[in-house]
T-cell receptor, first 113, second 114 residues
Framework: AQSVTQLGSHVSVSEGALVLLRCNYS??????LFWYVQYPNQGLQLLLK??????LVKGINGFEAEFKKSETSFHLTKPSAHMSDAAEYFCAAQIQGAQKLVFGQGTRLTINP | DAGITQSPRHKVTETGTPVTLRCHQTENHRYMYWYRQDPGHGLRLIHY???????DKGEVSDGYSVSRSKTEDFLLTLESATSSQTSVYFC?????????????FGPGTRLTVL
């Protein structure tokens, strides 16, 4: 079965530092991949998605992610962290042809001033 | 704004009582989903629907049932609530006509079962 693993349940970075949140998927056929962000007491908001068109995907709020088939990874990055980036981030995968998403466990990002 | 509302937003109930959560959308999208969110587990799919009266189970469907008698409403029912069903419940829709499943989420319902 498809699974998604996010390495690190908590990540802490300083304001202005690089943000790197890790996501690996398990299927042999590359799925569609998504990153979502959740601010406190809110629902999830789509950051970006990979749908086979390009391996480097740019999203909202300065985030981007790179799909690497050889590593079965879809890590999320942002060159310079801002205090407003503090939130929980979820990676999700969709097996092509299936109308369901499988989510990772989530990574809580803390930004230190 | 994907036009998704959930009601109630908060509920406290007692073990053994029935509970129904409602998800309402304004855009007549075909696909709707119910998830639960628990620390350390991310979001887990409970049930989903691909049309009126068409539903299917997700990975954690035991103890839950759903109904969709109208396109705009997707109801989640806990027939006899248990403390293990204390969670935050999210509804989502897929508004896309394409093959990839870009989902949009409601604000959530926090359910506490005492």
């Amino acid at each position: 079965a498809q699974s998604v693993t996010q390495l690190g349940s908590h990540v802490s970075v300083s304001e202005g530092a690089l943000v790197l949140l890790r996501c690996n998927y398990s299927s042999s056929v590359p799925p569609y991949l998504f990153w979502y962000v959740q601010y406190p007491n809110q629902g999830l908001q789509l950051l970006l998605k990979y749908t086979s068109a390009a391996t480097l995907v740019k999203g909202i709020n300065g985030f981007e992610a790179e799909f690497k088939k050889s590593e079965t990874s879809f890590h999320l990055t942002k060159p310079s962290a801002h205090m407003s980036d503090a939130a929980e981030y979820f990676c999700a995968a969709q097996i092509q042809g299936a109308q369901k998403l499988v989510f990772g466990q989530g990574t809580r990002l803390t930004i230190n001033p | 704004d994907a036009g998704i509302t959930q009601s109630p937003r908060h509920k406290v109930t007692e073990t053994g009582t029935p509970v129904t959560l409602r998800c309402h959308q304004t855009e007549n999208h075909r696909y709707m989903y119910w998830y639960r969110q628990d620390p350390g587990h991310g979001l887990r799919l409970i049930h989903y629907s691909y049309g009126v009266k068409d539903t299917d189970k997700g990975e954690v469907s035991d103890g839950y049932s759903v109904s969709r008698s109208k396109t705009e409403d997707f109801l989640l029912t806990l027939e006899s609530a248990t403390s293990s069903q204390t969670s935050v419940y999210f509804c989502a829709i897929n508004p896309s006509a394409s093959s990839y499943n870009e989902q949009f989420f409601g604000p959530g319902t926090r359910l506490t079962v005492l």
